[in-house]
């Protein structure tokens, strides 16, 4: 199974878990976060960090493989994004003016409740019919059915500050990648390793949620190949650190990485 999802980044932890505790993590992930759901993205290092990552993403759009031009609401192509372990939907909101659909998927109800809220009140043209969401787990369900009718058909599949969360992170992905279509991309936000893994140090409320504390270029590299997305691949670490509370790790940096589905 997996985790749960979340731009706020918490990627504070204490051990590292492997498959056989990842149902139970999935389960720490979705209880914590429903009970976090309302005040999760209000602190203001949260603020600051969604500031940043909405920043990067809007000035790197022909990097990202996103059309810069307005989408088409009657397009016969639809464009469309999956925002997977999506919480308040952060990427949703900042890419709405690029795709048509915009689909979140999270562990918990609640923040699917954030999500579709925070949507209708960042004064999104119709945001109503363009936002959806699934209640649900990519790791928990065959890849195949878990989004009916639209498994295949995504443009871009995101999943930004929630992959610490994960407990097996390759196969999160690979599970993501199968609901792009050919050509389609997917990208991960996350923090970049500087020296080792620092889950064993890190405290604070979600540390019992976390897998992982960050990831290297190396492991995301692997991880997209693995995926069928190592085409174009490419890693970004933006040049600006990240302050964080010291529980959460103090300073650190985030990295997006891309690759185009090629299966």
Known sequence: MSTSQHEPLHHHHHHHHDGSDSTSLAEKNEKYWSSVSKTAFTEPWVKALQLQIATTLTANLRWLGISTAPYAADSATPRRLLDYACGSGLPSRTLAPYFNQLVGM??????????????ESADIPNAAARFTTVHG???AAPAADAIPSLTGLFDMAVICMALHHISDAPRSLARLAAQLRPGGVLLVIDWVTEEEDRLDQMDGPAAHTIAHHSFSKKQMAEA?????????FAFMELPEKSEVPRAKGGVMQMFFARGTKTV
Do not use: V
Not at 106 to 119: C, I, K, R, V, W
Not at 224 to 232: L, Q, Y
């Open 224 to 232: 997209f190949e693995t995926a069928g997305c190592a085409e174009g």
């Open 106 to 119: 999270d562990l918990s109800a609640a923040m699917l409740t954030e999500y579709t809220a925070a949507a």
């Open 137 to 139: 787990d990519l790791m």
